[in-house]
C-alpha cells in the first residue's frame, strides 16, 4: 500500500522543479523501467502490480494494487510497474572527440529522438543549454526509452562552453556549406538550434563553421525538423 | 453562423471513413490552412473568425464567431481558422527516379515526418500500404504542413506493386549491407517498415538489396525510430 506522502512525493516529481530538489526521476511501464534497471542507473524505488514482470528479483519492489498505481501514476492507464531513479551525476566533459550542443531545443519528442540518436551514433556528451526541455521529462524519457541512461546529458551555460573549447565548432544552419562537401574534423561541437529560431545570434558568431542539408525538393518547403537534421547530421559525421 | 447540419459533416471529416466517403478533408490553424491554400489543393469550404488572417482576399469564407469555431473544431484551442480541402485524385506512379514505399506506419508523427521528408529531397512519389496510418489524420497534417500538397500520396496493396515493378526493391533492415558501401541505381524503390516489426516477410523477399544504417553506439541501444531512419536513408540516396 502506498500511503499519502508517498502519493505526494511522487506526483511532486512530475514537475522539473522537484527532481531537480530531489535528484530524482520517474519512469512507468513494463519495457522502460526493466531498461532502467539494466543500466548503471541507481534505483530508489519500484512499485509494481506484478512482480513477474521485473526482468529479475534482484530488485527490492513494493507490490501495489491497480489503484495504487493509479495514484502515484502520470499516465491515464498506468502500466503495471513505476520506478524513481536517482538523476545521475554528469560526467566530465571529454574534447577527444565529438560532442552534441543544443542551443534551446523545447519539443519533448525532439530532445528523446535526439537523446536516442547520440546513443546510436556513439555521441557521448550532449550538452544542453539551460532553456533546453528538462531530459527527465516524461514525454522525453517516452521518447529516449533505455538511451537517456548511456549519454552523458549536461545542462549549462552552452556559451561559456562554446567560446572556451578551442575545438572546432560546427553549426547548424539553412544557409550554411553543403554538408557533403565539409570535411569534419577529428573532434568538435556540432550546434542545433531551437525549433523556431534556429542558433541563437551570440552562439552564430562562435561558430567556426556553418553547415546545412542540401535540399532537392521544391523551394518552397519548411526547414527540416531538429531530431531529423541532428540524425542526417551526425549521420554525416560518422560516415566521414 | 454555421447550422447544424454544417458541425455534423465538419465533425464527420474528422474519422478516415467520412474522409474517404466525402474525399474531404480538414485543416485547422492559421499557419497550416494559409500554407495550404497557396498549394494546388482544391478548396471546399474556409470559416474564419477574422478574415484578415487570410494570405488574400481571393478566397470565399464565411466569418464565423468563436462560440462557432469550437463548435466544429478538433481542437481543444481552435485557432481563428478552419478549412475543408479536397483529397487530389492520386497522380499515376513515375519508376522513373526513386519511390518511397511505407509497409504499415502506424503512428502519425512518422507519417507526417516522412511526408515532409519525401518533399525536401525531392522524392515526389511516397506509396503507403493500405494499413499505413491515413495522411489526411489530424496529427499527421500538423506534422507535415504544406508538404502533403506537393508530394504524391498513395494508398494500395504495396505487395502488388513491389512484385510488379521491374525495379530494384531496396528494403531498410537491421541487418542489411551498411548503407556507406551501397551503389543506389538511378531507379527504384525504398521500402521503410512499421515500428515493432519492420518490413513484413512478404515483401522482404521481394526485396532485391537490403542496407542498414551502422550503427557507432553501445550495441545494447534499441533500433532508430523509422522517420529518423527514413531521413538518414533518403540523404544517403540524394547525397549519392
Redesign the interface.
Same mark, same amino acid.
Given at each position: 500500500m502506498v500511503v499519502k506522502s508517498q502519493i505526494k512525493f511522487i506526483k511532486s516529481l512530475q514537475q522539473k522543479k522537484y527532481r531537480m530538489l530531489n535528484s530524482l526521476f520517474v519512469a512507468e511501464g513494463v519495457k522502460m523501467v526493466n531498461e532502467l534497471l539494466q543500466t548503471e542507473l541507481k534505483l530508489h524505488s519500484l512499485y509494481t502490480t506484478n512482480p513477474e514482470l521485473l526482468p529479475s528479483n534482484e530488485f527490492k519492489y513494493e507490490k501495489i494494487s491497480d489503484a495504487d498505481l493509479k495514484k502515484i501514476s502520470s499516465l491515464k492507464s498506468p502500466n503495471k510497474v513505476l520506478a524513481v531513479f536517482h538523476i545521475p551525476d554528469a560526467a566530465p566533459l571529454n574534447f577527444n572527440g565529438w560532442l552534441l550542443v543544443l542551443d534551446g531545443v523545447k519539443d519533448p519528442?525532439n530532445l528523446g &529522438?535526439i537523446i536516442? *540518436?547520440?546513443?546510436?551514433?556513439?555521441?557521448d556528451h550532449l550538452v544542453c543549454s539551460n532553456d533546453t526541455v528538462d531530459c527527465y521529462n516524461p514525454k522525453v524519457l517516452q521518447a529516449t526509452?533505455?538511451?537517456v541512461a548511456?549519454v552523458n546529458i549536461v545542462y549549462m551555460n552552452v556559451k561559456t562552453l562554446v567560446k572556451n573549447s578551442g575545438v572546432p565548432v560546427v553549426g547548424a544552419f539553412m544557409e550554411g556549406e553543403p554538408v557533403?562537401r565539409f570535411k569534419w574534423p577529428a573532434q568538435g561541437m556540432l550546434i542545433m538550434g531551437n525549433e523556431a529560431h534556429g542558433i541563437s545570434k551570440e552562439l552564430e558568431r562562435e561558430s567556426t563553421n556553418k553547415v546545412s542539408?542540401?535540399?532537392?525538393?521544391?523551394p &518552397?518547403?519548411?526547414s *527540416?525538423?531538429v531530431?531529423?537534421?541532428t540524425?542526417?547530421l551526425l549521420?554525416?559525421l560518422?560516415?566521414n
Open positions: 519528442g &529522438t536516442r *540518436l547520440c546513443d546510436w551514433f556513439g555521441i526509452m533505455g538511451s548511456r557533403y542539408i542540401p535540399q532537392f525538393g521544391h &518552397t518547403t519548411e *527540416l525538423n531530431a531529423t537534421a540524425a542526417i549521420n554525416e560518422r560516415r
